[in-house]
């Protein structure tokens, strides 16, 4: 009869063998779905573009409000001044004295209104008809009283959409005339960016590259002043296409003009902020409305 410590010992063999010739099954594949890859987003397509400005080359004319404000500290100045000492600076009885009091005339008439009167006009109409003659002829010997340019220019009234000259008193912007997929359409000069170039750098070469080299322009800063996502990137489609990314800056153009590549470029036009709301895409619109002049 076996011994209670021999009868442990075989149960644990046994143990120990059926242990080792147990088959351990792993777990099939199909059991864990195999971790799904995601997909990787095609890089940025980055641009440069320039928003190209003309300042205005004539003063604005000055609304009514800023008229009447403008006449009435007008007569306030010229009722509170000091006499101006006209015997200081010109000889009694000559004809520079003369010249001075009739401009000073219509000078008092423009502030206090067309009736107002002082004692010059009081005299006699064959002296201030002589005295009007006498200074004519002096503006005529020192070539004063020339024609005045008009301040609407022959390009604004022949639509000339084309010369810096229209539009004097107001800003006005380069837009240019493209054709993509087909479509033809209206935006600033942009052009890609190279390999290690800058965003200010590669603006600047892209609008001589578009417009060519016959102005003088300035880029006014480093930092772009607004950006446009053309199209979003959408990670949804099978195959999303790349992110289109333009950065804007603003230049100005200080001479000459622009000479567009032919075949890239269809037409230019130089035109206000109202003028580029009615060519250009509603997003682009949105877009860029903020960093125009609305004068």
């Known amino acids: ?23 351990v099954s792993e777990p099939s594949s199909s059991s864990h779905p195999a971790p799904i890859r995601t997909k990787r987003p095609p890089r940025a397509v980055i641009t440069a573009a320039v928003i190209l400005n003309r300042s205005p080359i004539l003063t604005r004319t000055p609304s009514l409000f800023e008229r009447a404000y403008y006449s009435y500290q007008a007569r306030i100045r010229r009722a509170l001044h000091s006499p101006f000492p006209i015997d200081f600076y010109f000889k009694q009885g000559s004809l520079l004295e003369t010249k001075f009091t009739l401009e000073e005339k219509k000078r008092e008439r423009r502030a206090f209104g067309a009736k107002f009167k002082t004692e010059e006009d009081y005299i006699s109409q064959e002296k201030a008809a002589a005295d009007k003659a006498a200074v004519d002829q002096l503006a005529l010997q020192e070539g004063e009283g020339g024609k005045l340019m008009p301040r609407v220019h ?32 209206w935006r600033f000069p942009q052009g890609g960016v190279e390999k290690g170039e800058l965003l200010h750098q590669a603006a600047q ?8 080299d016959k102005m003088d322009t300035w880029i006014v800063s480093r930092n772009p002043v607004g950006v446009y996502k053309e199209s979003p990137l959408d990670m949804s489609l099978p195959e999303p296409k790349a992110e289109k990314i333009t950065f804007f800056f603003k230049g100005h153009i200080l001479a000459g003009q622009i000479h567009p590549n032919p075949t890239a470029i269809l037409d230019f036009a130089w035109l206000t902020k109202q003028e580029i709301e009615t060519r250009v895409d509603k997003d682009y619109w949105d877009c860029v409305k903020d960093i125009l002049s609305d004068y």
């Open 154 to 185: 022959e390009a604004d009234l022949n639509r000339d959409y084309k010369s810096l000259d229209r539009k004097g008193r107001r800003n006005i912007y380069l837009l240019l005339q493209t054709k993509v997929d087909d479509k033809e359409i």
């Open 205 to 212: 070469r892209d609008l001589y590259a578009e417009c060519g």
């Open 1 to 23: 009869m076996l011994s209670r410590s021999a009868c442990r010992r075989q149960h644990h063999a046994v143990l120990r063998r059926s242990l080792a010739t147990e088959v």
